[in-house]
């Protein structure tokens, strides 16, 4: 079986502070391609059968290739490049992001533009500064926030996605209407749709998304106006491509909530949600472990060691 969870190279050791994922840690691995499997999803299918169908495999996280575009995505990039620099009002923004939002926005430069306007205003009203270390502290932030909702964050070698796990028995909305508490969920997810961004393979692939929602109840957790907020201050507006979003033990209810949130989601996410998902134990169990102090801590070195790899790639790179 192929390793799923990377330990990166870039995770930050005792000397940075935090705490090293090695040889000992929690095979992750195993239990994501297991959830994979009971899900009916074949797509580790696709990386074996990538020869004969001469479909190019995944590429491993430390290929140099991850960062390779083909003619037509740079002169895509190079056009929106110089839109911004014509664009009044919009500050320039990095040859990486200028590729990013080729690779979402294709030849459409006007929605290119107003993208980069508008989180250029986002990150001035909400002081985000762009960086691993500022990352990290809003991503810690936001999982303060909802205690045990994020359960692991890891890259799924065999489909070249990165895959975010929650559980959304945590996800409790309506506890989150201050504008502090607001503002930690809207940093914390500007990064975490930086995280999904580490490389152009990985903005090509998209992100998938799991949801474990045995135990959910929209009527006590849920605040569609909140929601709302969020998902039209970052989720719709920042460059991501999100591959597809994967209910485990969702309720009729939770469909319908879903099909209630549809309008707030990307266009191209309406259609790649699926429900029917099934595990033989709540999500929770396989990754919280030894404790959620210690899985938290795990997560947030694979989310440091991401952003390291995303700023670094971000200053190297030139068109």
Request: hydrophobic share 35%; proline share 3%.
């Amino acid at each position: 079986m192929a390793e799923v969870i990377e330990d990166y190279e870039a995770v930050r050791n005792e000397q940075h502070g935090q705490v090293r994922i090695n040889d000992d840690a929690i095979d992750e691995g195993e239990d994501l391609e297991e959830v994979y499997d009971e899900a009916g999803d074949r797509e580790a299918a696709d990386a074996a059968d990538a020869q004969t169908n001469n479909v190019r495999p995944p590429l491993s996280l430390d290929s140099p290739g991850r960062m390779n575009l083909s003619e037509e995505e740079r002169n895509l990039a190079i056009n929106i490049k110089e839109a911004i620099a014509a664009a009044p009002d919009v500050d320039s923004v990095s040859d990486f992001m200028c590729v990013q939002l080729a690779l979402i926005d294709g030849d459409n430069t006007d929605a290119a533009i107003e993208r980069v306007h508008h989180l250029q205003c986002f990150r001035e009203e909400y002081g985000i500064l762009d960086s691993a270390q500022d990352g990290v502290k809003c991503f810690g932030d936001y999982m303060k926030l909802f205690p045990g909702f994020h359960l692991c964050f890891s890259y799924y070698h065999d489909s070249g996605s990165y895959v975010m796990i929650y559980d959304n028995t945590k996800f409790e909305v309506r506890e989150v209407r201050s504008p502090e508490r607001i503002h930690a969920w809207l940093g914390g997810s500007y990064y975490t749709c930086t995280i999904f961004c580490p490389d152009f393979e990985a903005i090509r692939n998209g992100t998938v998304l799991v949801v474990e929602c045995e135990g959910y109840d929209w009527k006590t957790d849920m605040d569609f106006k909140s929601l709302k907020k969020v998902w039209s201050e970052v989720a719709t507006v920042y460059p991501v491509c999100f591959d597809k979003v994967k209910y485990f033990n969702a309720s009729s209810t939770m469909n319908v909530v879903v099909s209630m949130l549809k309008p707030f989601l990307p266009k191209h996410l309406r259609n790649n949600i699926e429900f029917g998902c099934q595990f033989e134990q709540r999500l929770d169990a396989l990754y919280l472990v030894p404790s959620m102090e210690e899985a938290n801590q795990r997560l947030l070195a694979r989310v440091d060691a991401t952003l390291q790899r995303r700023y670094e790639n971000e200053r190297t790179f030139r068109l």
